[in-house]
């Protein structure tokens, strides 16, 4: 019986050195650090991140807690030191910005707090355009090809296509300016369908431009040249001779007609009808003729 009620009240002490021995077992933890899973912080509108958490020490059970900007976003519960995941989707600009972690344990003041990481809203590129100076060529050409989206992050980095095979190394442009190759006309084969792509450091962003096609062109004849040449020779005679008929042949036709019915039958007649065929001649440009 005394040893019972000695037990009886020595038991608060006994279980206040059991706990203090507990504590004293237990470990602070460490700084955590937040990473993204993907290993970047340029993210794109509707895109889904992935944070973890983590501290590399202490004693669990452990609370982490993800903030933005100071404010609360969600928290998770881990029983051992694995890292928490926060799973996120960015809607909108606002969710890009400074993100913080927190990890605490039940130690008294044990808040620990990460780093701060930033993300950053990259614009995706559009539809990039393939084009050339030239639509037609032939064997033994250069022809030039261009690549160029007008909207996207840069740098962007572009890539040309010959019947869905890569035919140069990468491109990357640090500034909005197209992507221009040279491509060697060889032979017929060379004259297939071209594409181009752009993508720059989104995942899951990568766009295809329309297809574009060299046609041969046609070998000129060099008898053409010349062709051309007698052609203008003659519709500039004919125009010359179409500007003449007004003024020289209808003139000295009309004149040759009114001599033809001019009678020279003497005396004062004669006179007479010299006189009006003078006076029809000269209307007509050929000049007076004489006089009575």
């Not at 669990?60 to 881990?78: C, D, E, G, W």
């Amino acid at each position: 019986m005394f040893l019972f009620t000695l037990l009886l009240f020595s038991y608060p002490q006994i279980s206040q050195q059991i706990q203090n021995a507990t504590a004293d077992c237990r470990e602070i933890l460490s700084n955590p650090k937040l990473t993204p899973l993907h290993g970047t912080l340029e993210v794109g509108m509707n895109q889904n991140v992935s944070l973890s958490c983590h501290s590399d020490s202490g004693s669990p059970p452990v609370r982490y807690t993800l903030f933005k900007h100071s404010q609360k976003v969600s928290a998770l519960n881990k029983t051992d030191l694995t890292p928490a995941l926060f799973n996120l989707t960015i809607n909108s600009a606002s969710d890009v910005g400074e993100y913080k972690c927190k990890a605490e344990n039940e130690i008294s003041n044990g808040e620990k707090y990460s780093r701060s990481l930033n993300f950053t809203l990259k614009e995706p590129v559009s539809k990039p355009m393939l084009s050339s100076p030239n639509s037609q060529a032939k064997e033994g050409q250069n022809v030039t090809l261009s690549c160029l989206s007008e909207k996207g992050s840069l740098p962007i980095t572009y890539t040309f296509f010959k019947d869905r095979q890569s035919i140069q190394a990468p491109v990357k442009m640090q500034k909005r300016e197209a992507a221009v190759i040279s491509v060697l006309i060889k032979s017929s084969s060379d004259f297939g369908m071209y594409k181009c792509k752009a993508e720059n450091r989104l995942r899951n962003n990568t766009k295809y431009s329309n297809s574009f096609n060299f046609t041969l062109a046609e070998e000129r004849s060099n008898s053409q040249p010349l062709i051309i040449s007698l052609g203008l020779i003659l519709l500039l005679l004919a125009i010359g001779l179409a500007l003449a008929i007004p003024f020289f042949i209808i003139p000295s036709y009309k004149a040759s007609e009114l001599f033809e019915h001019v009678s020279f039958s003497g005396g004062a007649g004669l006179c007479l009808q010299y006189i009006v065929v003078c006076k029809h001649v000269t209307n007509y440009g050929l000049g007076i003729l004489g006089s009575c």
